[in-house]
């Protein structure tokens, strides 16, 4: 190839807009219909522990009589059971990612 042509190409290149997404930098664009993080509203639960007994990988942990709710999302696979058989549609599957996280809390809701 051509000095001159190589030299074009690798410029166009370099200064070109990447084609991928520079993730964590920016933000994954949402697709219609696709599985996103799991929505927890608390002001419904009624801490009956049926979510967790058909969450296939144990991300949630409910106690009823301490009105507990425990929710390990790197745990999460988002596949929607527990918002299935929810009876009060205290769960949701939003189509946005959450953040990019290092730390391996999880996420503790406690009723009054
Ligand atoms: S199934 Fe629904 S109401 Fe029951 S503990 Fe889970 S989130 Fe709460
Ligand atoms: S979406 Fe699936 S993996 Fe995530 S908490 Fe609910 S049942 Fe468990």
């Known amino acids: 190839m051509p000095y001159f ?3 074009f190409l690798a410029l166009k290149w370099a200064l070109r807009k990447p084609p991928t997404t520079q993730y964590p930098f920016e933000a994954r664009k ?3 219909g696709s599985r996103g993080q799991l929505i927890f509203t608390q002001d419904n639960c009624v801490y009956c522990t049926v979510c967790a007994k058909k969450c296939p990988t144990a ?3 409910v106690d009823r009589a ?4 425990v929710l390990d999302r790197l ?3 988002s596949c929607g059971c527990c918002v299935e058989i929810c009876p ?3 769960l ?3 189509t946005d990612h959450g953040s990019p996280t ?3 809390d999880s996420e503790i809701y406690r009723g009054s």
Do not use: G, H, P, V
Request: charged share 30%; proline share 0%.
């Open 5 to 7: 042509e190589m030299s």
């Open 30 to 32: 949402a697709i219609a």
């Open 59 to 61: 991300a949630l942990k």
């Open 66 to 69: 301490q009105k507990k709710f």
């Open 75 to 77: 745990r999460c696979i």
């Open 88 to 90: 009060k549609n205290s």
């Open 92 to 94: 949701a599957l939003s």
């Open 102 to 104: 290092t730390s391996r």
